[in-house]
T-cell receptor, first 115, second 115 residues
Framework: GDSVTQTEGQVTVSESKSLIINCTYS????????LFWYVRYPGEGLQLLLK?????QKGSSRGFEATYNKEATSFHLQKASVQESDSAVYYC????????????FGTGTRLQVLP | DTTVKQNPRYKLARVGKPVNLICSQT?????MYWYQKKPNQAPKLLLF???????READTFEKFQSSRPNNSFCSLYIGSAGLEYSAMYLC??????????????FGHGTKLSVL
């Protein structure tokens, strides 16, 4: 079945430094999946950070960017300069382009930003 | 009000006893989902209601039940809790559950501990 892989369980970055959180996917269905990044800030529920539904396109939100790379089957999350308030758990996810909205998540990457 | 509410936030259950978790949303979303989240694992979809139609995942089909008495409420029922049911249970909702790129709105989750 479909799957999402996040290789880093935790990433620690100093404030104002750049960030990359890796995500690769495997989608067994015909066609290209929709790709998402969700985030869980401390004390809050999971919420959508950004999504891209067209291969080759880039999504952005709150200074974060992710590009849908269908050749590499990747959707890495990047930010040029992180802030302490970005400390959270980030989940890469996909859904199939079919008639249901079933979302498959990765295991998550905890980002700790040091002041 | 774009919130999904889950009650309770923490629940203690005894092995062999039933468990009922509650979720509500006021966004008039047609689809409600239940995910199970264990430490260091990805959120795993258990089941979802698209309007009044219940869809249960094949590998957890016999372990969980659910009801949706109206559009706003959805419950997750465990008939006989085992130690393996200890996890965070996440409720989510979305509009247009037949479309695969709609965002999910999550509650804070209910942490279930089975002793």
């Amino acid at each position: 079945g479909d799957s999402v892989t996040q290789t880093e369980g935790q990433v620690t970055v100093s404030e104002s430094k750049s960030l990359i959180i890796n995500c690769t996917y495997s989608a067994t269905s015909i066609g290209y999946p929709n790709l998402f990044w969700y985030v869980r800030y401390p004390g809050e529920g999971l919420q959508l950070l950004l999504k891209v539904i067209t291969a080759g396109q880039k999504g952005s939100s709150r200074g974060f960017e992710a590009t849908y790379n269908k050749e590499a089957t990747s959707f890495h999350l990047q930010k040029a300069s992180v802030q302490e308030s970005d400390s959270a758990v980030y989940y890469c996810a996909l859904s199939r382009s079919s008639n249901t909205n079933k979302v498959v998540f990765g295991t998550g990457t905890r980002l700790q930003v040091l002041p | 009000d774009t919130t999904v509410k889950q009650n309770p936030r923490y629940k203690l259950a005894r092995v062999g006893k039933p468990v009922n978790l509650i979720c509500s949303q006021t966004m008039n979303h047609d689809t409600m989902y239940w995910y199970q989240k264990k430490p260091n694992q990805a959120p795993k979809l258990l089941l979802f209601y698209y309007d009044k139609i219940l869809n249960r995942e094949a590998d957890t089909f016999e372990k969980f039940q659910s009801s949706r008495p109206n559009n706003s409420f959805c419950s997750l029922y465990i008939g006989s809790a085992g130690l393996e049911y200890s996890a965070m249970y996440l409720c989510a909702s979305s509009r247009a559950g037949h479309i695969s790129n709609e965002r999910l709105f999550f509650g804070h989750g209910t942490k279930l501990s089975v002793l």
